[in-house]
């Protein structure tokens, strides 16, 4: 029987998920993590460790190098929360144009008992709150993973212009997109042609500080901003010195840092959420069943897909006895592994490896069952990291 623990509060059906599949939870050296936002560290991994999965897309406090050099496969949710980001952005960009926000506030400072008076009130204040629609306007949307797609395609039905950078798009992604969606070739060039801009990156070195003062003044100076990805994708300074220079109308972002927060209190320019994006029943229950499937999947069968650190990797059972082998990805680690077994007299039925940067997996289906002699000579092969039986006969 497999084994599990949860960080954070996981959603009951991601629990339910695991109890069906009879995984039992521990607290103490689980072969399976659970998490959301828990800041794990390395020391928390313990022995048996073989993988942790992530309820969410962000992995930033997952310590990603430390688990690949252990073996442990590390999973995450990309795309469960993304209709929850989704519809927030859109909200995001109607509370940036339509001066929401302002209006609420002054409608709470009306204190008379006079319909009529609030009335007049009302009809004498309400041009301060003019806005702009959306339909017409031009949307940049960096990134056009699972969240950014579906927004081009909920932009497009409000009536919006499309841009889209991702240097980096898959093919299942490209699919997604409406044909309507123009390719920049450049940030800068989706910048300089978007009224709205929204980001949705993974934060990773490359991304740090991505909106900053250099491509800041790209930006058209009536622009508004909108960051629900990661704090640390924009430099929230440079952001302040552009709502100050007028180079940027707006900055939404769900991020707050206490200079965001201090020019909130005084100026319209800021609107800051606390971290909403995926703070939705339906959100939460995609993501804790999605994480526990994948969890699940992997320590059953050695199943691996949404990896952060391993490539993905499945084969069709065709015995009940299993090996999986991690490695670092060396040459020669193949045929180490197969001469092992034969060695042994043992015949491999079946054997897919994969490989990303520097490391590989592989699952092997063998005729008979692994002896203790078997796996203690593969542990022992130089560059294994780590070698599991999937037995389904015990």
Known sequence: MSTYKTFNNIASEGITTLADRKFLEVTDNPEGLILRSHKLVKEEFGNALSCIARAGAGVNNIPIADATNAGIVVVNTPGANANA????VICGMLLSSRGIVEGINFSQTLSSNDADTVNKMLEAQK???AGNELAGKTLGIVGLGAIGSMLAQASQALGMKLIGFDPHISIDAAWRLPREVKKAETLEDLLKNSDYISLHVPLIEATKHLINAENLKYFKPDARLINLSRGGIV????VIDALESGRLAKFV???????LIARSSG???VILLPHLGASTKEAEVNCAVMAASQLANFLEDGTIINSVNFP???QERST???LVIINKNEPGMISKVTDCIAALNLNIADMTNKSRDGIAINLIDLELEASEELIKQLKAIDHV????????AS
């Open 267 to 269: 100026c319209n320019d």
């Open 320 to 322: 009940p006895y299993r």
């Open 85 to 88: 980001v989704k519809e927030l």
């Open 235 to 238: 430099n929230s300074n440079d």
């Open 127 to 129: 041009k301060t709150f």
């Open 312 to 314: 993905n990797i499945f």
């Open 385 to 392: 990291l780590s070698v599991r039986t999937l037995n389904l």
């Open 253 to 259: 972002t769900d991020f707050p840092t206490p200079e």
